[in-house]
C-alpha cells in the first residue's frame, strides 16, 4: 500500500476560458523565457547590449524546437512510422517528444546565424546563455508529467509518480519519477555553471561546455533507470552512448580551449564596445571647453596682475625721484 505519492493530472491541457493550453507546452514557454531573461542579464553584465539574446534566440528557439523534434522521430520512429501507427502524429509536437541533443544542435546552429547577424562570437553567446538553457530544461520536465511519460521503473517510495493512464501500452502504477530527477539535476547543472563561470571567469564556450558535461552525466544515470522502450546498442540505450560521447567532447573542449585560449573575452559584442568609446569621447569633448575656458580666465588674471605689478613698480619708481627732487631742493 502507498502512504504517498505525486499523482499525475487527469488531463494534460489547461484551459484559459475557451482557450486550450497543453501542459507540455505551457513549461516549454516558460523556459524558453526564463532562459531568455536569465542570459540577457548575463550578456549585458558581460559588456553586452540588452535585447541581443532574445534577437539571436528567435534563431536559435525555431531551430532547437526543430532539431528536438527530428532526434526524436528519427531515433523513435516506430513510434510513428511501424504497423498501426499514424506518420502524422510525428508533427504532434505538443503531444512531447523533444530530444535535447537535438535541440541543442539545431539549436546551436540558429544561434550561430543569429550571431553572425549580430556580429557577436557564438562561444561568448553560448557561455551568457548556458545557465538559463540549464534552466529551461528543468521546467520542461515537468511537461512529461502533464504527460505522464518519462518515468522509470517500478516503486513504492514516498516521491513515486502515479501513473493512471494505460495509452501507449503504458501500465497503471507507482513509478520512479525520472522527471523529476532530471529537472532537480538541471537546476543543480545550473547553479554550478553559474559559481564555475563566477569563480574561474570562464570564457570561449568553457561555461557552455561545463553545462553540457554536467548534464550528460546526470543523464546518464537518469536514462539507465527508464523504462519507455528505446533502442539499445550492447546493453546500453541509446541516450546512454549519446551521453557518453557527448560528455567526452565536452570535456576534451574544455581542456583544449583553456591551453589554446585561456583567460575570458574583454569584447563579447564590437557594437556595444565602440557605442561606449563613441560616448566617452564625446563626454570628454564636451568636457574640453571647460578647461580652455579656464586657461583663459587664467591667463587673463596674470595679465591683470601684471599691469598692477607694473604699475605699482611705477609709482614706486615715481616716488623715488619726488624723494630725489626733494633732497636737492
Known sequence: MELAYIPSPSSGVLYLGP???RGYAFCIIIGVFVAV???????????????????????????GLLGGRLYHVITDYQLYFSE??????????WEGG????????????????GCRRRGVPLPAY??????????????????????QELYGRSTDVPWAVEIT?????????????????ESLWCIG?????IWADRRFKLGHGRAFALYVAAYCAGRFWIEYMRVDEAHHILGLRLNNWTSILVFLLAVLYIVVSARKRPGREEVVEPAAAEAAE???AEAGEKDAPSVEEDASGAEGDSDSSGSSDSDDSSDSEGAKDGAGSAKKS
Not at 531573461?37 to 531551430?63: H, Q, S
Not at 523533444?98 to 546565424?113: D, H, T, Y
Open 165 to 181: 493512464s494505460s495509452g501507449d501500452g503504458r501500465v497503471p502504477g507507482t513509478y520512479h519519477p525520472t522527471f523529476l530527477y
Open 19 to 21: 482557450v486550450p493550453l
Open 126 to 147: 553560448a557561455d551568457a546563455v548556458a545557465p538559463g538553457i540549464a534552466f529551461a530544461q528543468a521546467i520542461g520536465r515537468w511537461g512529461n508529467w502533464f504527460n
Open 189 to 193: 547543472v545550473a547553479l554550478l555553471v
Open 98 to 113: 523533444l530530444g535535447i541533443w537535438g535541440a541543442i544542435a539545431f539549436g546551436a546552429l540558429g544561434a550561430w546565424i
Open 37 to 63: 531573461w536569465l542570459g540577457n542579464k548575463r550578456w549585458v553584465a558581460r559588456g553586452g547590449r540588452t535585447g541581443t539574446v532574445a534577437d539571436i534566440a528567435v534563431w536559435a528557439v525555431p531551430f
Open 278 to 280: 563613441a560616448a566617452e
Open 84 to 93: 498501426g501507427r499514424d506518420w502524422v502524429d510525428a508533427f504532434k509536437i
